[in-house]
């Protein structure tokens, strides 16, 4: 009588779960759940700086964190960001260094720390509130001007898909 062994188990080669992706993908998640909460409740916005006119506060690239507040309780001293009125649609962020607040809609003169002469014209604030500088974060704000080009805004929403999708298949993929 022969006795063979057992043939041995052929197991496929175990390698250690993939959970880069997923944990990176739930950080991504939290985060952006942080910032809607942010921006919704606590009224937070964002302004990318683009020129060197508030040196040395705030630097071209920093990126201003600020908070919705009454218009009517803007002080002399205040960093806030307004439109220009010169180019629809841009906004800047200077400091409040003349108030009136007897008109019905108040009325500031601005200026950058870095600038000799305060800005030439008195804006009337016409909204309710108005967005005053609470913070900022240092060179943060050049990633986010390179949103404003539609070929990087396009690429990175492809980037992000394809992260998406890659992390999904993992997911499903291991499972199995």
């Not at 964190?65 to 841009?90: F, H, K, M, N, Y």
Request: with cysteine; net charge positive.
């Amino acid at each position: 009588m022969v006795t063979t062994a057992p043939a041995p188990a052929r197991h496929r080669a175990s390698r250690p779960p993939r959970r880069l992706p997923t944990v990176l993908l739930g950080l991504v998640a939290v985060l952006a759940v942080a910032g809607a909460v942010a921006v919704f409740v606590l009224r937070l916005g964002f302004a990318p700086v683009l020129s060197p006119s508030m040196e040395p506060a705030f630097a071209p690239g920093d990126l201003l964190v600020t908070r919705q507040v009454d218009a009517r309780s803007v002080d002399v001293g205040d960093v806030v960001v307004l439109p220009r009125p010169d180019a629809p649609g841009e906004r800047y962020a200077h400091r409040v260094v003349e108030l009136d607040r007897s008109p019905a809609e108040p009325l500031v003169r601005t200026k950058g720390d870095n600038n000799a002469a305060a800005d030439p014209q008195r804006l009337r604030i016409t909204s309710s509130t108005v967005p005053v500088v609470v913070g900022h974060v240092s060179w943060i704000g050049r990633v986010a001007l390179l949103g404003q080009y539609g070929g990087v805004r396009v690429a990175v929403i492809v980037f992000a898909g394809v992260c998406l999708l890659v992390a999904a298949k993992r997911a499903l993929w291991d499972r199995r």
